[in-house]
């Protein structure tokens, strides 16, 4: 890589919900399901940056549980089924709902850490 290859801006939502490098948007963020890889195979950034904490499980967890919690509720008030059928349906469907979307979140949220180059607060020297 040229010392001065210029990279043009990205938009995070087309890379990062990819899983792509949020600088050149080629090279994979991920090197397994949601373990970030330590750099970029095609412009060589390194991900030493990337830290979405628990963010995206945040998010997901708020949506779904208002999603799924309503979605219950309402089907016990209106159909009463037996518990077991509540078991059946909302099992599953909130184990797909959370994990589906994580690793795209996660790599939105990397890109948006990279367009605004954040970091942890740090004291500045004086």
Known sequence: MAANTYYPPLSPGETGMKGKCPRCGQGKLF??????????????????????????????????????GTSAMLTE???????????????????????????PLKGLMIARQYQTDAHEGRIADE
């Open 77 to 103: 008030i209106l159909v009463q089924p037996p518990y077991w059928v509540h078991a059946v349906i909302w099992l599953p469907l909130t184990l797909i709902l959370a994990i589906a979307p994580l690793r």
């Open 31 to 68: 090197s397994g399901f949601l373990s970030v890889a330590e750099k970029c195979p095609i412009c060589g950034l390194k991900f030493d940056f990337a830290d979405s904490g628990e963010g995206p499980a945040w998010f997901i967890m708020t949506g779904i549980g208002f999603v799924i």
